[in-house]
């Protein structure tokens, strides 16, 4: 295990998880005034992402090791450890998280005007649970933040949602929990076979043997497609996003799709390499099911949060494409990628709130014309749908293109069990090219463009300048990335490559070994 | 990366791209401040001063001068690296020149044929943004720039045909315009993935360099049990980039769909500059397509079926700028011709001519349309001339440069583009390109003076209550239409005369090593050893006066004969009239099946199978029956299974610890 370090000389991890916790429960003691609770939460969510930027000033991207570590015993009976740590990959998603939030924030401002203070609540609590999975280096303590999330999100969904949010909250709720309880199941596992280790950096330093990496794989491959979502257990996203409210589905897609992919990178891959191997062949299948199957879907959407959706599960096709890949181009193309789409797929739920205010209805059919009457809406909401398309000069493009060079050019190791070259692949893929600009633009056709005919249309007024500055961020963000993506590519650069390797070291010599070892150890006596 | 190399002032090379883009922003952004008048000079003189500098840099690359180098790492990772930065050579060159001085020309139209309009500062604001990603597009040093301006020119392509939003065709049109290129984009960004997968870096230079040894080594790959060459793959793939862009057959429906926006953009981004983006990429990449015979035979297949085709179509159209958009079709198949045939410096020639002469066509057309009241069926024009003559007579100028009469531009480059034709042996390939180009030469002239004489002779047809307002353009028109008859009458000759430009020689040849011709495809080179004969033996001369007596006696003399043949042969005048009936065929085999496919899998594998099927069918329900049995200890809902699921895991806990 690698040696204690926190540059910073203060638990800015802790801090990071647990300030939106102590802000929520302050104003849950003593703010009363729905304003006011408006303003804490704001000036809660703006202290925690400023506490989060050390994170990327004071790190270190030469090395992979974690950073800013924290650990202390916490049931020392079982050896769970309260342990926090940071690296290259999930050093971003703790500030994109940040960030999201505070945007979550400031766009239900005016559109949530019941039970304001339990709906900030919730966000500052589900702030905690989010930055607290990135940064949990013990499994037990990852999964209590894993589950934890569920609670505010489901409240999120079940009392803010549309009409039908009892079916989606529910559907929401049963599968992410099914899929989860076989995560814990494969954590206990590990920690008897391990002998009695929690420490998910012991987990990714231990030779499991290959029948045992077999079923830990499935057990994690449940669990994080559910999240991800993978085809075919991704028919509650679409549902939970068009209950979900504005900023509920902002952080669903901008930070909660991104947990799936990020378990496979920090459990899947590092620890059962063997089983990732192996598995290749069904995840590249899976994700250009993703891609392509999805896409189609897409298409045909008649509902503006439903068809987002559907592009966010084609989007992390590429994610998880890349991910078993095993190059680093594709890994670090797999993880801007999710960087990315918290940016776009995020903006694009925000834009649909932005109307979703104004008419009450997310039915494309009842839009048209929009830009005549909403031309600064127009030209933000034309900006995201050509980033969704990944056009160059966005993120959206580097990831894209990252992920299917590594595709075109894929590790031997991924390469063990797959019956297809894997150039194929990477054209089945590259199909995104023309299906996501098919579904995006005639959507944008659909809402944005045409004559002034209908006359709810006709009355709506332009963004307002809160409205705006949500986006602002966003685009400044989306074009910095894509133009220079060098900053974050360095920082994940160090951590992509040693998963890389992790990946594509197998680990039964290693276990043949013991055995061997072990076998002598016996003969010997 | 390479190097910097360079006899060229960085700052200055800087300032082109950059000139355009600033003025882009300004307008954009600031447009609601600027008003109209600001908004056009800011963004009329930033071209015109980047067009000055091209002419600059033109004038110091003639005597020799050239650049390559980086300014700035785009994305990085383990051994991949994009950077951004420039080339600038001959090729490049004649490029810039040309697209500066068509979109400063455009610009300046454009205050005339845009006032008044409610998008008006948007409209100076896309037109040059699209100027500062073709100059992008141009002037790159590395297949990721060539693929960010290929991008953004589509991007400002889609906004500037959807520019008035408010009409179905044209919304429509933009769609298809931006699906058709993505198409096209497909094969492009897979033949760079290719090139990068084989070359190991995406550097113009560093491939090239590296082509001919990579060939020797033989490197194959199974398609689909089609076993090629990697390069010939590599070809194909970006060749496929090149149809859409470039609107060769079967790619080529949006381009005559595109002409629902603003003649201006006709002008600028579908006729002489965008669309000819992926003959230069051709022409670019030469040192890659040459080593591949199946890639040149597929390039000039295509280019000769476009070619053809699409003039057969032109020969019926009866919108004005239809007719001159399926001979940009035509036009733009000859230029892929010539670059198939190894002649690349006759298709960048004709790319050039083409360029003024056709951008002027639009423009004058637009000079009509503006007259008329937004009429555009020659059908219900005649006799403009007495009302229009500067539109007319550089219409006329156009007109016969685009059939190829000498002196004027378009001879020069057509001529030599058949002639290449002829003389390069391809076994069949070469000799169907001779005749579809040939034949396709009778046919441009005669719809160029079917639509010519039916706009400004004929019989006057015009309504009455539009005839009142039909006068000439303000100036603001008729200069820029002035300017580029200059180019469209004297840029054959410049080239040929002045710059050489079909001197295939390396050394002393205009292009220098800017193109690569293989020593044994070289077909300019065969020409240069026959001698030059008059331009009166030339076979493709008297192919267009014979196009042009044709449309003569047709819509001056005979003016029965074209009703009579259509009604004759009317399943051929619906044919052709129906485009060959591509749309209707694309709905069918793409369109339909695409939304079949995408509500099956929706309703059926997702709603009925899945959530109906297997979750309710399955777990959800066999869930709830097991609660219902359950229910006297239930109060709610969600808290319960999650408590059951929690009771479970200790469950299994026990067991594990108590097996362990």
Same mark, same amino acid.
């Given at each position: 295990?690698?040696?204690?370090?926190?540059?910073?000389?203060?638990?800015?991890?802790?801090?990071?998880?647990?300030?939106?916790?102590?802000?929520?429960?302050?104003?849950?003691?003593?703010?009363?005034?729905?304003?006011?609770?408006?303003?804490?939460?704001?000036?809660?969510?703006?202290?925690?992402?400023?506490?989060?930027?050390?994170?990327?000033?004071?790190?270190?991207?030469?090395?992979? @090791?974690?950073?800013?570590?924290?650990?202390?015993?916490?049931?020392?009976?079982?050896?769970?450890?309260?342990?926090?740590?940071?690296?290259?990959?999930?050093?971003?998603?703790?500030?994109?998280?940040?960030?999201?939030?505070?945007?979550?924030?400031?766009?239900?401002?005016?559109?949530?005007?019941?039970?304001?203070?339990?709906?900030?609540?919730?966000?500052?609590?589900?702030?905690?649970?989010?930055?607290?999975?990135?940064?949990?280096?013990?499994?037990?303590?990852?999964?209590?933040?894993?589950?934890?999330?569920?609670?505010?999100?489901?409240?999120?969904?079940?009392?803010?949602?549309?009409?039908?949010?009892?079916?989606?909250?529910?559907?929401?709720?049963?599968?992410?929990?099914?899929?989860?309880?076989?995560?814990?199941?494969?954590?206990?596992?590990?920690?008897?076979?391990?002998?009695?280790?929690?420490?998910?950096?012991?987990?990714?330093?231990?030779?499991?043997?290959?029948?045992?990496?077999?079923?830990?794989?499935?057990?994690?491959?449940?669990?994080?497609?559910?999240?991800?979502?993978?085809?075919?257990?991704?028919?509650?996203?679409?549902?939970?996003?068009?209950?979900?409210?504005?900023?509920?589905?902002?952080?669903?897609?901008?930070?909660?799709?991104?947990?799936?992919?990020?378990?496979?990178?920090?459990?899947?891959?590092?620890?059962?390499?063997?089983?990732?191997?192996?598995?290749?062949?069904?995840?590249?299948?899976?994700?250009?099911?993703?891609?392509?199957?999805?896409?189609?879907?897409?298409?045909?959407?008649?509902?503006?949060?439903?068809?987002?959706?559907?592009?966010?599960?084609? @989007?992390?096709?590429?994610?998880?494409?890349?991910?078993?890949?095993?190059?680093?181009?594709?890994?670090?193309?797999?993880?801007?990628?999710?960087?990315? @789409?918290?940016?776009?797929?995020?903006?694009?739920?925000?834009?649909?709130?932005?109307?979703?205010?104004?008419?009450?209805?997310?039915?494309?059919?009842?839009?048209?014309?929009?830009?005549?009457?909403?031309?600064?809406?127009?030209?933000?909401?034309?900006?995201?749908?050509?980033?969704?398309?990944?056009?160059?000069?966005?993120?959206?493009?580097?990831?894209?293109?990252?992920?299917?060079?590594?595709?075109?050019?894929?590790?031997?190791?991924?390469?063990?069990?797959?019956?297809?070259?894997?150039?194929?692949?990477?054209?089945?893929?590259?199909?995104?090219?023309?299906?996501?600009?098919?579904?995006?633009?005639?959507?944008?056709?659909?809402?944005?463009?045409?004559?002034?005919?209908?006359?709810?249309?006709?009355?709506?007024?332009?963004?307002?300048?809160?409205?705006?500055?949500?986006?602002?961020?966003?685009?400044?963000?989306?074009?910095?990335?894509?133009?220079?993506?060098?900053?974050?590519?360095?920082?994940?650069?160090?951590?992509?490559? @040693?998963?890389?390797?992790?990946?594509?070291?197998?680990?039964?010599?290693?276990?043949?070994?013991?055995?061997?070892?072990?076998?002598?150890?016996?003969?010997?006596? | 990366?390479?190097?910097?190399?360079?006899?060229?002032?960085?700052?200055?090379?800087?300032?082109?791209?950059?000139?355009?883009?600033?003025?882009?922003?300004?307008?954009?952004?600031?447009?609601?401040?600027?008003?109209?008048?600001?908004?056009?000079?800011?963004?009329?003189?930033?071209?015109?001063?980047?067009?000055?500098?091209?002419?600059?840099?033109?004038?110091?690359?003639?005597?020799?001068?050239?650049?390559?180098?980086?300014?700035?790492?785009?994305?990085?990772?383990?051994?991949?690296?994009?950077?951004?930065?420039?080339?600038?050579?001959?090729?490049?060159?004649?490029?810039?020149?040309?697209?500066?001085?068509?979109?400063?020309?455009?610009?300046?139209?454009?205050?005339?044929?845009?006032?008044?309009?409610?998008?008006?500062?948007?409209?100076?604001?896309?037109?040059?943004?699209?100027?500062?990603?073709?100059?992008?597009?141009?002037?790159?040093?590395?297949?990721?720039?060539?693929?960010?301006?290929?991008?953004?020119?589509?991007?400002?392509?889609?906004?500037?045909?959807?520019?008035?939003?408010?009409?179905?065709?044209?919304?429509?049109?933009?769609?298809?315009?931006?699906?058709?290129?993505?198409?096209?984009?497909?094969?492009?960004?897979?033949?760079?993935?290719?090139?990068?997968?084989?070359?190991?870096?995406?550097?113009?230079?560093?491939?090239?360099?590296?082509? =001919?040894?990579?060939?020797?080594?033989?490197?194959?790959?199974?398609?689909?049990?089609?076993?090629?060459?990697?390069?010939?793959?590599?070809?194909?793939?970006?060749?496929?980039?090149?149809?859409?862009?470039?609107?060769?057959?079967?790619?080529?429906?949006?381009?005559?769909?595109?002409?629902?926006?603003?003649?201006?953009?006709?002008?600028?981004?579908?006729?002489?500059?965008?669309?000819?983006?992926?003959?230069?990429?051709?022409?670019?990449? =030469?040192?890659?397509?040459?080593?591949?015979?199946?890639?040149?035979?597929?390039?000039?297949?295509?280019?000769?079926?476009?070619?053809?085709?699409?003039?057969?179509?032109?020969?019926?159209?009866?919108?004005?700028?239809?007719?001159?958009?399926?001979?940009?079709?035509?036009?733009?198949?000859?230029?892929?011709?010539?670059?198939?045939?190894?002649?690349?410096?006759?298709?960048?020639?004709?790319?050039?001519?083409?360029?003024?002469?056709?951008?002027?066509?639009?423009?004058?057309?637009?000079?009509?349309?503006?007259?008329?009241?937004?009429?555009?069926?020659?059908?219900?024009?005649?006799?403009?001339?007495?009302?229009?003559?500067?539109?007319?007579?550089?219409?006329?100028?156009?007109?016969?440069?685009?059939?190829?009469?000498?002196?004027?531009?378009?001879?020069?480059?057509?001529?030599?583009?058949?002639?290449?034709?002829?003389?390069?042996?391809?076994?069949?390939?070469?000799?169907?390109?001779?005749?579809?180009?040939?034949?396709?030469?009778?046919?441009?002239?005669?719809?160029?003076?079917?639509?010519?004489?039916?706009?400004?002779?004929?019989?006057?047809?015009?309504?009455?209550?539009?005839?009142?307002?039909?006068?000439?353009?303000?100036?603001?028109?008729?200069?820029?239409?002035?300017?580029?008859?200059?180019?469209?009458?004297? =840029?054959?000759?410049?080239?040929?005369?002045?710059?050489?430009?079909?001197?295939?020689?390396?050394?002393?040849?205009?292009?220098?090593?800017?193109?690569?011709?293989?020593?044994?495809?070289?077909?300019?080179?065969?020409?240069?050893?026959?001698?030059?004969?008059?331009?009166?033996?030339?076979?493709?001369?008297?192919?267009?006066?014979?196009?042009?007596?044709?449309?003569?006696?047709?819509?001056?003399?005979? =003016?029965?004969?074209?009703?009579?043949?259509?009604?004759?042969?009317?399943?051929?005048?619906?044919?052709?009239?129906?485009?060959?009936?591509?749309?209707?065929?694309?709905?069918?085999?793409?369109?339909?099946?695409?939304?079949?496919?995408?509500?099956?899998?929706?309703?059926?594998?997702?709603?009925?199978?899945?959530?109906?099927?297997?979750?309710?069918?399955?777990?959800?329900?066999?869930?709830?029956?097991?609660?219902?049995?359950?229910?006297?200890?239930?109060?709610?809902?969600?808290?319960?299974?999650?408590?059951?699921?929690?009771?479970?895991?200790?469950?299994?806990?026990?067991?594990?610890?108590?097996?362990?």
């Amino acid at each position: 295990m690698e040696s204690l370090q926190n540059v910073l000389g203060f638990p800015i991890l802790s801090l990071s998880i647990f300030l939106p916790t102590a802000g929520a429960l302050l104003i849950w003691l003593f703010l009363k005034n729905d304003n006011a609770v408006r303003w804490a939460a704001l000036i809660v969510s703006v202290a925690t992402f400023i506490v989060t930027i050390p994170l990327a000033t004071s790190f270190d991207s030469t090395t992979a @090791h974690m950073q800013f570590e924290e650990m202390h015993q916490w049931i020392p009976m079982f050896n769970v450890h309260y342990q926090l740590g940071v690296d290259g990959i999930s050093m971003p998603f703790v500030i994109l998280t940040s960030l999201l939030t505070i945007i979550c924030i400031v766009s239900a401002w005016r559109c949530i005007q019941n039970r304001v203070k339990e709906y900030m609540l919730a966000f500052l609590i589900l702030e905690t649970t989010l930055i607290g999975v990135f940064c949990a280096l013990d499994a037990i303590l990852f999964y209590f933040f894993w589950e934890a999330m569920l609670i505010p999100m489901f409240l999120i969904i079940g009392v803010w949602g549309g009409q039908n949010r009892v079916y989606a909250t529910l559907k929401f709720f049963l599968y992410t929990l099914g899929g989860s309880v076989l995560m814990l199941i494969a954590v206990i596992a590990m920690y008897f076979k391990t002998g009695g280790s929690f420490s998910i950096l012991a987990y990714m330093d231990y030779p499991f043997d290959f029948q045992w990496q077999f079923w830990a794989f499935l057990a994690f491959f449940v669990a994080f497609a559910v999240k991800v979502p993978m085809w075919p257990v991704h028919t509650w996203l679409p549902d939970a996003h068009t209950e979900a409210p504005t900023a509920g589905s902002v952080i669903l897609a901008g930070i909660l799709l991104k947990m799936g992919a990020y378990g496979f990178l920090r459990f899947s891959l590092p620890m059962l390499p063997d089983a990732s191997q192996y598995f290749v062949p069904l995840m590249v299948g899976l994700s250009l099911i993703a891609i392509v199957y999805i896409s189609l879907v897409a298409m045909m959407q008649t509902d503006l949060k439903r068809l987002i959706a559907y592009s966010s599960i084609a @989007h992390m096709g590429f994610v998880t494409l890349g991910t078993f890949m095993f190059t680093g181009i594709a890994m670090e193309g797999a993880i801007f990628g999710m960087i990315s @789409h918290g940016f776009v797929a995020a903006a694009l739920f925000l834009c649909v709130g932005v109307l979703y205010d104004r008419m009450h209805t997310r039915e494309i059919s009842a839009y048209g014309g929009v830009a005549n009457v909403m031309p600064v809406f127009a030209v933000v909401m034309m900006f995201f749908a050509m980033a969704n398309v990944a056009l160059p000069g966005a993120s959206s493009f580097v990831a894209e293109v990252m992920v299917l060079l590594g595709t075109f050019n894929p590790s031997p190791e991924a390469m063990l069990y797959m019956p297809i070259s894997m150039k194929w692949v990477a054209m089945m893929a590259a199909i995104s090219v023309i299906l996501s600009a098919c579904y995006t633009l005639w959507m944008v056709k659909r809402v944005l463009m045409g004559n002034l005919e209908k006359e709810e249309v006709k009355g709506l007024s332009d963004m307002t300048m809160r409205e705006f500055g949500l986006f602002a961020p966003l685009i400044i963000l989306v074009v910095w990335l894509g133009f220079y993506p060098l900053p974050v590519l360095d920082m994940l650069h160090a951590s992509a490559t @040693h998963l890389v390797d992790q990946a594509t070291s197998s680990k039964l010599a290693d276990a043949a070994l013991i055995a061997q070892g072990a076998a002598a150890h016996v003969t010997g006596h | 990366m390479g190097e910097t190399i360079t006899t060229l002032n960085t700052l200055e090379l800087l300032a082109i791209p950059a000139l355009p883009l600033i003025a882009a922003l300004a307008a954009g952004l600031f447009g609601w401040a600027l008003k109209e008048t600001l908004t056009h000079w800011i963004t009329c003189l930033a071209v015109i001063a980047a067009a000055a500098l091209s002419i600059d840099i033109f004038v110091q690359v003639l005597d020799g001068a050239s650049f390559y180098g980086n300014f700035w790492t785009w994305m990085l990772s383990d051994g991949f690296i994009v950077p951004i930065g420039m080339m600038i050579d001959p090729l490049t060159a004649i490029m810039m020149i040309t697209v500066t001085i068509v979109s400063a020309c455009v610009h300046i139209y454009t205050i005339g044929y845009m006032h008044g309009d409610p998008g008006y500062s948007r409209f100076f604001s896309y037109i040059s943004a699209f100027t500062f990603s073709m100059l992008v597009l141009v002037m790159g040093n590395n297949f990721f720039t060539l693929f960010f301006g290929w991008e953004a020119v589509g991007l400002f392509s889609y906004l500037l045909i959807g520019f008035w939003f408010k009409r179905e065709p044209a919304n429509y049109a933009a769609l298809k315009a931006f699906i058709v290129n993505r198409v096209g984009d497909f094969g492009f960004l897979i033949g760079v993935l290719a090139t990068w997968y084989y070359f190991g870096t995406v550097d113009y230079h560093q491939v090239f360099a590296a082509v =001919s040894s990579f060939v020797l080594e033989g490197h194959t790959l199974n398609f689909l049990g089609w076993e090629m060459d990697a390069i010939t793959f590599i070809c194909l793939a970006l060749f496929i980039g090149a149809m859409g862009k470039s609107g060769q057959v079967p790619l080529h429906v949006w381009l005559p769909d595109s002409m629902e926006g603003p003649t201006p953009i006709s002008a600028l981004i579908h006729a002489a500059t965008m669309v000819t983006a992926g003959v230069f990429m051709v022409a670019r990449l =030469s040192p890659m397509f040459e080593f591949s015979e199946t890639a040149l035979a597929a390039v000039t297949l295509v280019g000769a079926l476009t070619a053809w085709m699409c003039a057969t179509i032109g020969l019926v159209q009866n919108d004005i700028k239809r007719v001159i958009a399926y001979s940009t079709c035509s036009q733009l198949g000859y230029m892929f011709v010539a670059c198939g045939v190894s002649a690349y410096s006759a298709g960048i020639f004709h790319l050039m001519t083409h360029a003024y002469f056709k951008s002027l066509l639009f423009l004058a057309a637009g000079s009509v349309i503006h007259a008329v009241l937004a009429e555009q069926d020659i059908r219900k024009m005649g006799q403009l001339r007495k009302y229009m003559p500067i539109t007319y007579v550089t219409m006329l100028i156009a007109a016969l440069a685009l059939s190829g009469i000498p002196p004027f531009a378009g001879f020069w480059s057509k001529d030599l583009i058949i002639e290449a034709a002829m003389v390069r042996d391809m076994g069949w390939v070469s000799d169907v390109a001779y005749y579809a180009l040939l034949s396709g030469v009778v046919m441009t002239a005669f719809y160029t003076f079917r639509m010519f004489f039916l706009t400004f002779h004929n019989t006057d047809r015009v309504p009455a209550e539009t005839k009142a307002h039909v006068h000439e353009s303000p100036k603001v028109i008729t200069v820029p239409l002035m300017i580029l008859a200059i180019g469209a009458f004297g =840029s054959g000759m410049w080239g040929v005369y002045a710059l050489d430009i079909t001197n295939p020689e390396v050394i002393n040849g205009f292009f220098g090593n800017a193109l690569f011709v293989m020593d044994a495809h070289n077909p300019l080179m065969e020409l240069e050893h026959e001698p030059h004969h008059a331009f009166y033996l030339s076979m493709p001369f008297w192919m267009a006066i014979g196009g042009i007596g044709l449309a003569f006696v047709f819509y001056f003399k005979e =003016s029965a004969m074209p009703a009579k043949l259509a009604s004759t042969f009317s399943g051929v005048h619906a044919f052709l009239l129906n485009k060959w009936y591509w749309d209707e065929l694309y709905e069918k085999i793409f369109l339909r099946p695409a939304q079949c496919l995408g509500t099956f899998f929706w309703q059926k594998a997702d709603l009925a199978i899945i959530d109906k099927g297997m979750i309710h069918g399955g777990i959800v329900d066999s869930v709830l029956a097991g609660a219902a049995k359950l229910r006297r200890m239930q109060t709610g809902m969600v808290y319960h299974y999650a408590y059951g699921m929690v009771i479970g895991v200790f469950g299994l806990l026990t067991w594990l610890m108590l097996k362990a």
